[in-house]
């Protein structure tokens, strides 16, 4: 990639318009959540994006909780970067889940949520059981390759933790089992920054869905659904049922952008 290389600016200019339509669509798919895969009940954190709060992950979090698990929101606020607040209170919020229930918890993070919930996984594998990312720029190169990085720059002087890019530059594999769900209409990120490098317990899952709408829309649920209920221990490649499979492209190529998908 070269400069200039973040999101197309159709898709961009798009975001908010099919992140409504991703909705539409977990609305119309309301009626198959009781087919999701069920696991154990495990406690599960779902980690926010930039700029959002647990507001942003309220479907995300419901759909979790009728499958069974104990799902909690992180209750930080608002995100707007690795403040002492927000470093101090994660730490605080994992030791506190990890002691109530005993048993690793799995994190899910959206966007930014996602690098959180890795930096977590790392620091403190012991209580974590897996982490998912949703849209998360974990091989963000270059600012260019974000839409958000201007934003983000604004509250840097509220930020304890200073990050260099490449972000990850080793490229070494979370010592948890990890998964990447992510979007080649991603308008926010550049699709190829949220490649994990696959390997036994690490995957990468494309669905086709805008980046503010990667936490309701169907198949990223279905999938997020799918890794959760995975016994503890235990690790297999992502497989979506025959009657989903046109809803999870290829994850090596990106589909093509047509002036109907930039109109979505």
Known sequence: MTRGDGPALPLYLTEPGRAVADFGLYLAARPLLPRLPQGDGHPVLVLPGFLTDDTSTRVLRSTLRRLGYRVHGWRLGRNIGPTGACVAGMRDRIDDLSDRYGRPLSLVGWSLGGIFARDLARRTPDSVRQVVTLGSPIRLNRHSQSRASRAFDRYAHLHVERRSLPLEPDGSPLPVPTTSIYSHYDGIVHWRTCLETPGERCENIAVMASH??????????????DRLAQPEGTWRPFKPPVFLRPAFPRPDLPA?????TAAA
Do not use: K
Not at 212 to 225: F, Y
Not at 256 to 260: D, F, I, R, Y
């Open 256 to 260: 093509p952008l047509t002036s109907a």
């Open 212 to 225: 503010l709408g990667l936490g309701h829309h169907p198949a990223a649920l279905w999938a997020i659904a």
